[in-house]
């Protein structure tokens, strides 16, 4: 039996909630070791990047803030200060993305600050899912009538808060391993040509080598290319899709940033789960404009964490 429509017509507490737990919360630096208290920063530079791409300090981001696997899907205006923005680091461990900020990436080490980061935000999203989640059921709990269906909603509940955990945890796991590599300071830091084009093979023991064979099915694969022309959205998300008909999913993470110009493209997947390594498919993906423009905007369609141009939208 399916809870009726009717049964689960949320109105927007939950998501206000969410709002007013973000803007009260006393966030902690995630950084390791530190507890000094987190400042707001943007995970996409605001300077360099978001500011191309919008107008009047508004840029388009799509409404619904995750909470609701039902509800409808909009798009709606986001002010400039809002988009990718989260309290993550502390005014000193926000330092190490200076450059990044202010030059964009221009360096193998860039790439890695940059996906670092992006990490970090799309696990304080989902630790801010899993502390709103007790609210969101409890709100269902009180909507609905029907005892059997709180029951399957109970079930539901506990499946949920069990897979958002290993997620978080696998996510610390990339978060960390992406730091050391950072930390350990062997990384290329000399600048980028215009058209460059990097892949990566991180193992989780922290060791990195171009372009190896190695067969750990735990090591995440990072590809950049850096394309001279403009895409007019910026992202930086995680996302589940079906690459083929068998419904198998991809988890895939995108980091998509626009300048005046020219646009860095970031994907990370692991590699031995991913259809995307398999015989290099994402070659096909990342090397192909159209074909990359198309993952960008399937990704749209699987994602909320993107900022467009207004201009692009009309
Ligand atoms: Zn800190």
Same mark, same amino acid.
């Given at each position: !039996?399916?809870? /009726?429509?009717?049964?689960? %017509?949320?109105?927007?507490?939950?998501?206000?909630?969410?709002?007013?737990?973000?803007?009260?919360?006393?966030?902690?630096?995630?950084?390791?070791?530190?507890? !000094?208290?987190?400042?707001?920063?943007?995970?996409?530079?605001?300077?360099?990047?978001?500011? $191309?791409?919008?107008?009047?300090?508004?840029?388009?981001?799509? %409404?619904?803030? +995750?909470?609701?696997? %039902?509800?409808?899907?909009?798009?709606?205006?986001?002010?400039?200060?809002?988009?990718?923005?989260?309290?993550?680091?502390?005014?000193?461990?926000?330092?190490?993305?200076? #450059?990044?900020?202010?030059?964009?990436?221009?360096?193998?080490?860039?790439?890695? *600050?940059?996906?670092?980061?992006?990490?970090?935000?799309?696990?304080?999203?989902?630790?801010?899912?899993?502390?709103?989640?007790?609210?969101?059921?409890?709100? *269902?709990?009180?909507?609905?009538?029907? %005892?059997?269906?709180?029951?399957?909603?109970? +079930?539901?509940?506990?499946?949920?808060?069990?897979?958002?955990?290993?997620?978080?945890?696998?996510?610390?796991?990339?978060?960390?391993?992406?730091?050391?590599?950072?930390?350990?300071?062997?990384?290329?830091?000399?600048?980028?040509?215009?058209?460059?084009?990097?892949?990566?093979?991180?193992?989780?023991?922290?060791?990195? $080598?171009?372009? #190896?064979?190695?067969?750990?099915?735990?090591?995440?694969?990072?590809?950049?290319?850096?394309?001279?022309?403009?895409?007019?959205?910026?992202?930086?998300?995680?996302?589940?899709?079906?690459?083929?008909? $068998?419904?198998?999913?991809?988890?895939?993470?995108?980091?998509?940033?626009?300048?005046?110009?020219?646009?860095?493209?970031?994907?990370?997947?692991?590699?031995?789960? #991913?259809?995307?390594?398999?015989?290099?498919?994402?070659?096909?993906?990342?090397? /192909?404009?159209?074909?990359? *423009?198309?993952?960008?905007?399937?990704?749209?369609?699987? #994602?909320?964490?993107?900022? !467009?141009?207004?201009?692009?939208?009309?």
């Amino acid at each position: !039996m399916r809870p /009726n429509k009717e049964a689960i %017509e949320f109105d927007n507490s939950v998501e206000n909630a969410v709002k007013k737990y973000l803007n009260n919360k006393q966030a902690y630096c995630m950084y390791p070791g530190c507890n !000094m208290h987190a400042i707001s920063s943007h995970t996409i530079s605001k300077k360099i990047s978001l500011n $191309q791409i919008s107008e009047n300090g508004i840029l388009f981001s799509p %409404e619904s803030k +995750r909470m609701y696997p %039902e509800k409808k899907y909009g798009i709606g205006e986001i002010g400039i200060n809002d988009a990718s923005t989260f309290k993550g680091f502390c005014k000193i461990h926000d330092e190490i993305f200076f #450059s990044v900020d202010k030059n964009g990436i221009k360096s193998q080490k860039d790439v890695f *600050l940059q996906v670092y980061r992006v990490l970090n935000f799309i696990i304080f999203n989902e630790n801010v899912i899993n502390k709103m989640a007790p609210l969101f059921y409890e709100k *269902l709990n009180t909507s609905l009538k029907n %005892e059997n269906i709180k029951k399957i909603i109970e +079930r539901g509940k506990n499946t949920a808060t069990e897979a958002n955990e290993i997620r978080i945890k696998k996510l610390n796991k990339y978060s960390s391993n992406i730091l050391n590599i950072i930390n350990a300071g062997g990384l290329n830091s000399a600048t980028f040509d215009e058209e460059a084009f990097l892949t990566l093979d991180i193992t989780m023991d922290q060791d990195i $080598q171009e372009n #190896s064979h190695n067969k750990n099915e735990d090591n995440l694969i990072i590809v950049h290319r850096k394309v001279n022309y403009h895409i007019p959205v910026a992202m930086a998300t995680k996302v589940s899709f079906s690459l083929n008909t $068998q419904g198998k999913e991809d988890e895939l993470f995108l980091i998509c940033i626009p300048y005046e110009n020219y646009s860095d493209l970031i994907i990370m997947f692991a590699k031995g789960k #991913s259809l995307f390594a398999k015989n290099n498919h994402y070659l096909h993906y990342i090397y /192909n404009d159209l074909n990359m *423009l198309e993952l960008i905007e399937k990704t749209m369609v699987n #994602s909320e964490d993107w900022w !467009m141009s207004p201009r692009e939208w009309y």
